[in-house]
């Protein structure tokens, strides 16, 4: 209609493949003209900032959408349900699973802060001690990414899931360059192919493939080498380099590095090239995410 007004056409959106095959409309919101005179400055819009409920995949769910825009998803889970990775859910959802509470609780945190002097690089992903993966602005953490959080389009990768959302709010709410890389809890991003014992000598041989590791249900058994398993330790399992022998471990999808030491034999299940301790997981990022491509590149004594 020639008549109508411009504002409505812009307010506008929809919301799509939030499930496969599966249109999701937004209705028109009704918004406020504003004119001003030739020349004159137009003051920056704040942000809109709105939760549009709906179902996915047959659970409550709530989008956190900017401009109209959806940028992440809470998916409605019983408090106490424990995902299919084995991870207790976190953010805390009301008896029945509506996912409103976290979500409108998440859109207040931000409104707050962007009446403040707001500055959208500083928003990031920060992985805590426990390997677990945050929203934070400056100091202070906005959101767990846990599995009740996601996103249009997202991957098995928990970390590149975060990046990816992070990213979203980062363009939208201050057209914020996007990150490449987690922070760690002092706010120090991951280094690429940062390794984290020394390497002595060359490279002798470079292998490819899928990395696992095991932690404390181990502590104090014999490995295959004859010396107690610690979780502690910088040291791994594969089925036929020498013990002893020194391999430089870096996981593809964060670029993150350790040396580990080969003493015991292993892994056990198909399509795994090398189990890790506990530690050198919690170094690669492995924790959350149990696997993950590697590089494996074994050392010259």
Do not use: C
Request: aromatic residues 6%; charged residues 20%; hydrophobic residues 40%.
């Amino acid at each position: 209609m020639p008549n109508a007004p411009r504002n409505k056409v812009l307010h506008m959106a929809t919301l799509t493949s939030l499930v496969a095959g599966v249109l999701w409309n937004v209705p028109a919101l009704p918004g406020r003209s504003e004119v001003f005179k030739v020349g004159e400055r137009t003051p920056a819009a704040a942000p809109t900032l709105r939760v549009y409920p709906h179902t996915l995949n047959g659970q409550p769910a709530a989008t956190v959408l900017v401009h109209n825009i959806p940028i992440l998803t809470f998916v409605g889970r019983t408090s106490g349900v424990v995902a299919d990775a084995g991870v207790k859910v976190a953010n805390a959802q009301p008896s029945g699973g509506d996912p409103l509470l976290p979500a409108t609780q998440f859109i207040a945190r931000l409104h707050r802060l962007l009446q403040q002097r707001w500055d959208a690089k500083d928003l990031q992903v920060v992985m805590d001690e426990r390997q677990q993966l945050w929203l934070q602005y400056r100091h202070e953490r906005l959101l767990h990414f846990d599995p009740s959080v996601t996103f249009d389009g997202a991957s098995a990768d928990p970390v590149q899931n975060a990046l990816q959302m992070t990213n979203r709010l980062r363009l939208r709410l201050g057209n914020a360059p996007p990150l490449t890389a987690v922070a760690t809890p002092a706010n120090q991003p991951f280094s690429p192919q940062r390794v984290w014992s020394a390497a002595v000598g060359s490279v002798r041989a470079v292998l490819r493939g899928w990395a696992s590791w095991y932690g404390s249900e181990f502590r104090g058994q014999r490995t295959a080498s004859g010396e107690p398993f610690n979780p502690q330790d910088l040291t791994a399992a594969h089925r036929t380099l020498p013990f002893g022998t020194r391999v430089r471990v870096t996981n593809l999808r964060n670029g993150r590095s350790v040396v580990v030491r080969i003493n015991d034999r292993g892994p056990h299940l198909p399509g795994r090239e090398i189990d890790i301790s506990a530690r050198a997981a919690r170094i690669l990022g492995l924790i959350q995410m149990g696997t993950a491509p590697v590089r494996l590149e074994v050392l010259e004594p």
